[in-house]
């Protein structure tokens, strides 16, 4: 089951660390590997998830298959990703 994140604010510090950072963020997709999230989330911590995928699939790129290897990762979607994780640990550390 996949459940929404319970705050709301955390996701919009995200968004707007992204805007300034790396451009927009597309919100509101559900992925199905958000369950490994649910213990944090249910425990009261604000949590989020960054994630790409395929544009013609919306899948998660070579997720659980053989070719879920290092050569097959685009790093700059990792640089973009830690990009803005450092952003929202700069605002949060503001607030």
Not at 51 to 80: F, G, I, Q, V
Request: no cysteine.
């Amino acid at each position: 089951m996949i459940e929404d994140y319970p705050s709301p604010q955390f996701r919009d510090v995200i968004g707007r660390a992204a805007e300034r950072t790396t451009g927009p963020l597309r919100r509101g997709v559900r992925i199905a590997s958000e369950h490994r999230l649910r213990d944090p989330s249910r425990a009261g911590y604000p949590i989020a998830t960054l994630a790409s995928w395929e544009p013609d699939t919306k899948l998660l790129s070579n997720y659980h298959l053989m070719s879920d290897t290092p050569e097959n990762l685009d790093y700059d979607t990792w640089a973009r990703a830690a990009t803005v994780a450092y952003a929202v640990a700069e605002d949060l550390a503001q607030m």
